[in-house]
């Protein structure tokens, strides 16, 4: 909906209303903010990625990112231009993915993705941030190795979104509760939609950016009940461990202060005596933004 076909003054009464809401489309500006202090800035940048499906053997075709730069308050001072590339697959799409992202064989016959252009984008940056972490780093460090071993911030799960107002997770909703929309499904629409809630002002102060950073940067572990007997899934499961096929193994992210809490919890639950475990104790990793979301390796005794 664009402002200039009504009038400012029946905008205004309708977003006084509590029983209207009122999206606008989302243009994220390049340049700078007007808000935030000029002094300790970082930047951050924002990545996502169309794909020709979620398995293994799957490829980028389409690589968005832009980068933008912060305060020390995690206000948003400045967004850079934004940059997209297409990658050719070397195989038809399926109908499926061509419904999803609206991207056609057509449309990337010949494309190549910069990776020296990407690769050195993303270096620049304190860190890199997707609304799926776990699923954009693993197929951005595939085809751009050089571009590995960054920190990574994951809007999605590093935001307690639910303890900040807002109901649910998935970016397009996310976005419609603080009066937007967007063209949902292409990289780079969804990349500005990351940026806008990383801006976004919260009531009781601060920004969703500095919620998400203060989550990022802290320093967690990961233990692997390996060894568990069979019987006890359902109380790994009850506590928040998840299986890992490769590893074979139980899993769960601690934070620090919450490490020898969970080494007690595992003793006395899993590796007792009674549990009949096949394993002395579990495996313990450290994790820092670095290796959070990254892909997995397998996991090695201590």
Known sequence: MRDDIFEPEFLRAIEARDDYRLLRRLE??????????????????????????????????????RRFRFDPDGVIVKVDRPYSWLQDPGRELTPEIVALTGLTDADLAGQEIDEGAATRLLGSAEFVCAHNAPFDRGMVERRLEDARGIGWACSCNDVDWR????????????????????????????????????????????????QMLARARESSWRFGAIGAAFDLKDRLKARGYRWDGADRCWWREVPDARKSEEEWWLAGHVYSIDAHPKALGPIIEPVTWRERYAPRHPMSPL
């Open 28 to 65: 994220v500006a390049e340049g700078l903010t007007g808000v935030g202090r000029r002094d300790g800035t970082s930047v951050g940048v924002v990545v996502d990625v169309e794909t020709t499906g979620i398995n293994d053997d799957d490829v980028i075709i389409e690589l968005a990112l």
């Open 163 to 210: 303890a900040i107002g807002f109901d649910g997770r998935s970016l397009g909703w996310l976005l419609a509760q603080i009066g937007f929309f967007h063209g949902a499904h292409r990289a780079g629409d969804d990349v500005d939609a990351v940026i806008a809630l990383l801006g976004h002002s919260l009531p009781a102060g601060g920004t969703v950016l500095a």
